[in-house]
């Protein structure tokens, strides 16, 4: 069999991290190859780069046993003839499907577009690939299974002999998924490479001829996926040293006092019936694959989306959550995970940032005070040792992790005593992360309550006092720290319901 | 900390220079721009505008804008003249004319906020509807007769030849000042301009924020239009026409940001004055009056200019401070 793409000691870093390490391997001709892998595994670097997203790696790119460095995407699809179909598909919706699909690249007449030979070249490849759309259909109409086609159909417009499909089945529903199936093992028919990235593993095992396991930027291993079962997949996506974990330095604070409750809380279309409750003193996490709801969840709880039903308990009692000011009235405080656009102000000072959620506390006569503004602020740069210790410095030019810090400030500067950590650590130096864990050890200590999420499954399960797992929007496990393990999670994770029924 | 404060204004402090230029610029090409009469007149001129600027500066921080701020002032005009005429006292007017104007602004603030709508068209709809009512109002006739002792109020000269109006210009600045720098309202307004998501999700109620910041605009337009009411003496349903131009050109010389998040009164009162003196400048060393068009577009699309390479600094300078930060810190 002969090689459609080679990978030769492939090696990338961003600023501070090394995401791919020296990875080395290849994809027969005409095979459907899986690409597996946790959240920050270095699934996605892999692809961007052999699609000319990132020009700038180490080693070699192998395309059909020529070597290649692709100057950007286009530069991919036009001469490399490799289309990748993103997780979420580009389609502009103002245009037809024909437009969208010859985007860049239409038929001319002349200096005018030939719609005629446009229409009939699209339509020929939408009949291959069985759809039911036309060319001349707008595309704003489309379903997300349908935008999967335009994207496949954009793919053969270009002749790509190799393809790459990220998440593809992530929107799709059953029947949608089936179909798409169908079309991949005809593509695979005709010759056509097919890279296949996914977290469910059941669509692993009825689609994939091989799969190669990413973990940690390294590849771990390329299995036959006749000869390999789920757990072998899972073992190979989780193992890792141990160094990395993140631990309780503390006992657990855990008292008996249940502070939140959760009951049947459910956003149509997003997530339902999620059940849990909150101790005080408790570090909860919320594990799950990005997608799985638990970002909606906390979202609800806090006010900021609407729930479709439910209803949530504060000591004891019943309480209308509607919008943010009810969340802060209650003692609810949510850091969000993209603290770029979510969680503070630009152009706005530390000092402000940390004060806007309890500004009554700062009023002299009516009037908010700026020296109580900036001495909160120093204190809590003091507690929370953030750094560089400059009260005007803007908020949006600080790191990652002061930033986080600086929105904690802002909620411990106010009387909630539920905070929410929505991937507290992401984009966060290693020093910076023990640094967060230490202080929501401290947090609780103070008899407050923690709900965490994380995709990282090691940092979960070394901070955590119990563990719920969320699949598709729903809840799959709730475990106590004596059941904690990668492969459990993982397997709850990515719906391994079985399971979840024997042990509940 | 006075440096400190200093480098916080340093926009407000280059329109202050510019402005000093401008003057010294206009007075040695004709001493008569010096005289004390001739700076009354610049911020007379500048009166109208700069109370319309400061107005919309708050619709500009929230993250919109007002574009209906010329019609409201045409309303105010003709409904508070017709108060006047038919012997409402004038004080009783005038207080009545603000808060025709805050409701007005009010419609604009929740038309965006509970309905959605983009800021631009939402103001861009109301001020053809307010234009319309004036209209209606009046048969499309000016308001004539306006009783002296209500256009005394605006027009007396309390202190040498400064006429009331002036004063009210300054009152409105300083309490729009302290409202925006000293209230919880003006904190929030600046924080649901520069992130309104952020600011949700920090528990800030950004609906009623917008509310009562369009609210204000449309207040400050109420006042602007009683001292137009006052200086003319007649209601004239056509008036304040392309006001709101001149408003957003005096709020961003002034150095508010447009995409919201960033301004100040103080900026956006010496953008007015600027743009007044340049006026009153060009008309008394006698430039043709179709230039003066050219001229102040320069001085808008250079304000712009300004903006954006200030932030590229501002953000170099940070970063070189965060560096000396980090390496103190090794």
């Known amino acids: 069999m002969k090689n459609a793409v080679e990978f030769k000691n492939i090696s990338k870093n961003f600023p501070g991290v090394r995401v791919l390490n020296n990875v080395n391997f290849a994809i027969q001709e005409g095979e459907v190859h899986a690409l597996l892998g946790e959240n920050g595994a270095g699934k996605s670097t892999l692809l961007n780069i052999l699609h000319g997203l990132y020009t700038d790696y180490e080693g070699d790119v192998y395309l059909n046993g020529e070597k290649v460095h692709f100057k950007n995407p286009y530069d991919a699809i036009v001469n490399g003839k490799i289309s990748k179909v993103h997780q979420e598909t580009n ?46 259909d707008s595309a704003a109409f489309l379903s997300a299974g349908e935008m999967q086609m335009v994207a496949i159909a954009k793919a053969l417009f270009h002749n790509s002999n190799v393809i790459s499909l990220d998440e593809p089945t992530a929107s799709l529903t059953t029947k949608e998924t089936d179909a798409l199936f169908k079309i991949i093992r005809e593509l695979k028919a005709n010759g056509m490479t097919v890279i296949y990235v996914s977290h469910r593993l059941e669509e692993i095992f009825q689609i994939c001829d091989r799969a190669t396991i990413l973990r940690d930027g390294e590849c771990i291993t390329t299995l036959e996926i006749d000869k390999t079962d789920r757990d ?127 500004l009554e506390k700062f009023l002299k006569m009516g009037m908010v005070s700026n020296d109580m503004k900036l001495k909160n602020c120093e204190h809590f740069m003091k507690e929370l040792n953030i750094n560089p210790k400059i009260p005007d410095f803007q908020t949006q030019n600080m790191s990652g992790g002061n930033q986080q810090k600086v929105i904690l400030a802002k909620w411990l500067s106010t009387n909630a005593n539920i905070l929410i950590f929505d991937e507290p650590t992401k984009g966060v130096d290693v020093a910076a992360k023990a640094e967060i864990y230490r202080l929501m050890e401290d947090i609780v200590a103070s008899g407050k309550s923690v709900i965490v999420i994380s995709s990282e499954l090691p940092e979960i399960m070394g901070i955590s006092d119990r563990i719920i797992v969320m699949c598709e929007g729903r809840k799959t496990a709730e475990l106590l720290p004596d059941e904690f393990s990668e492969e459990t999670i993982l397997n709850y994770a990515m719906g391994g319901k079985k399971d979840a029924e024997i042990q509940a | ?110 038309l965006i906020t509970k309905m959605n709508l983009q800021p631009f068209i939402a103001t861009l709809g109301t001020m053809s509807v307010y234009r319309g009512l004036a209209y209606v109002f009046t048969g499309g006739w000016p308001v004539l007769g306006i009783p002296d002792n209500y256009r005394h109020v605006f027009t007396t000269k309390l202190f040498g030849d400064v006429p009331n109006s002036i004063l009210v210009l300054f009152a409105i600045a300083i309490v729009t000042h302290i409202v925006l720098s000293k209230t919880r309202f003006g904190n929030y307004l600046y924080a649901v301009g520069g992130n309104e998501e952020a600011a949700k999700l920090s528990g800030v109620n950004v609906d009623k924020t917008k509310i009562i910041g369009y609210s204000i605009c449309g207040a400050c337009a109420a006042f602007a239009g009683m001292i137009m009411l006052a200086n003319l003496g007649t209601g004239e349903p056509a008036s304040g026409e392309g006001y709101e131009l001149d408003a957003i050109a005096a709020a961003a010389v002034g150095g508010t940001r447009m995409a919201g998040g960033k301004g100040t009164i103080l900026g956006t009162m010496l953008g007015a004055l600027l743009l007044a003196a340049l006026k009153i400048g060009m008309i008394v060393i006698g430039v043709q009056s179709f230039w003066q068009f050219v001229v102040t577009g320069i001085i808008i699309v250079i304000a712009a200019y300004f903006e954006t390479i200030q932030d590229k600094l501002s953000a170099m300078i940070y970063k070189k401070q965060e560096k000396a930060a980090a390496a103190a810190e090794k």
């Open chain 1, 232 to 358: 072998e997949l899972i073992r190979n996506m989780v193992g890792r040293n141990v160094n990395a974990v993140a631990s309780r330095m503390q006992e657990s604070r855990v008292q008996e006092e249940t502070v939140l409750e959760v009951k049947h809380l459910t956003r149509n279309k997003v997530f339902y019936d999620i059940n849990f409750e909150l101790k005080k003193g408790e570090i909860l996490g919320f594990a799950g694959l990005v997608g799985s709801g638990r970002t909606d969840v906390m979202r609800t709880i806090f006010g900021a989306d609407k729930k479709s039903s439910g209803h949530i308990y504060m000591g004891g009692k019943h309480v209308h959550i509607r919008n943010t000011q009810d969340a802060l009235r209650h003692g609810i405080g949510l850091l969000p995970e993209e603290r770029k656009t979510q969680g503070f102000i630009r152009y706005t000072t530390n000092t402000d940032n940390i004060a806007l959620s309890c």
């Open chain 2, 1 to 110: 900390m006075l440096k400190s404060k200093l480098k916080g204004m340093s926009r407000e402090l280059a329109v202050l220079a510019a402005l000093i230029l401008l003057i010294i610029v206009f007075s040695i090409l004709d001493p008569v721009y010096l005289t004390p009469g001739n700076m009354v007149d610049i911020i007379k001129q500048g009166t109208i505008n700069g109370i319309l600027a400061i107005g919309i500066t708050f619709a500009i921080i929230s993250g919109g804008i007002d574009l209906s701020i010329g019609c409201t002032f045409a309303i105010v005009i003709v409904a508070v003249g017709q108060l006047t005429v038919v012997g409402v006292p004038p004080l009783v007017a005038i207080v009545l004319g603000g808060i025709l104007g805050a409701i007005m602004g009010s419609i604009n603030g929740i």
């Open chain 1, 91 to 136: 389609v502009v919706k103002d245009l037809t499907v024909g437009q969208n699909i010859t985007l860049g690249y239409e038929p001319k007449k002349g200096c005018f577009v030939d719609y005629k030979n446009l229409n009939d070249t699209v339509n020929n490849i939408l009949q291959r690939l069985n759809c039911r759309f036309k060319a001349e």
